[in-house]
């Protein structure tokens, strides 16, 4: 059982837009402003999407949006697009001892 | 270019060890952190610790101790993640990733599948 939670699916037609979240605690994502999120096709390494709550990597569109509230992070995406149908996985700094979490990913199907 | 290039493809017995490297290259070895990270077939992600390049010290998560052990050889920029007491249930695909001061991976290897059956 992963410590953050994530629905394991989401869906959405091109053009629009989807929200995917990602509930931990106050010991992780609601103490900290250190929740990332990750992209991850197929067979592939996951990809950096968003840092640090809502701050965005060079080359990522800005399609890709993300934010926070008490302990739940969400991750927005609009104008959907087929190449955004991939597992996205949230994470959060968790402290000195556990020092990263993880959610359990969401399996974005774009139909 | 920042690249991570990790090992092979493992296949090992229950009981035995695996290790498995992560060459860095493209920046200073010595800058950043490196995690181990570790995804089962099908399943999420899981951390698994950190090295600190520069002076080699290290930080597992509690499900691996005692059977973790990272290092690092600052001469070839390479790092290791080396698991024993290997279980059917460690067969995952490990990922070394470099880590950001805000708490976040920027750069990841490309995967190395262990898979562990007798």
């Known amino acids: 059982q992963s410590a953050l939670t994530q629905s394991p699916s989401a869906s959405g037609s091109p053009g629009q837009s989807v929200t995917i979240s990602c509930t931990g605690t106050s010991s992780d994502v609601g103490g900290y402003n250190y929740v990332s999120w990750y992209q991850q096709h197929p067979g592939k390494a996951p990809k950096l999407m968003i840092y640090e709550v809502s701050k965005r990597p060079s080359g990522v569109p800005d399609r890709f949006s993300g934010s926070k509230s008490g302990n739940t992070a969400s991750l927005t995406v609009s104008g959907l697009q087929a190449e955004d149908e991939a597992d996205y996985y949230c994470s959060s700094y968790a402290g000195s001892n556990n020092f990263v979490v993880f959610g359990g990913g969401t399996k974005l199907t774009v139909l | 270019q920042v690249q991570l290039v990790q090992s092979g493809a493992e296949v090992k017995k229950p009981g035995a060890s695996v290790k498995v490297s992560c060459k860095a290259s493209?920046?200073?070895?010595?800058?950043?952190?490196m995690h181990w990270v570790r995804q089962a077939p099908g399943q999420g992600l899981e951390w698994m610790g950190i090295i600190n390049p520069t002076g080699g010290s290290t930080s597992y998560a509690q499900k691996f101790q005692g059977r973790v052990t990272m290092t690092r050889d600052t001469s070839t920029t390479t790092v290791y993640m080396e698991l024993s007491s290997l279980r059917s249930e460690d067969t995952a695909v490990y990922y070394c990733?470099?880590?950001?001061?805000?708490?976040?991976?920027?750069?990841w290897g490309q995967g190395t599948l262990v898979t562990v059956s007798s």
């Open positions: 990733a470099r880590f950001w001061s805000g708490y976040f991976y920027d750069y």
């Open positions: 493209g920046y200073t070895f010595t800058s950043y952190y």
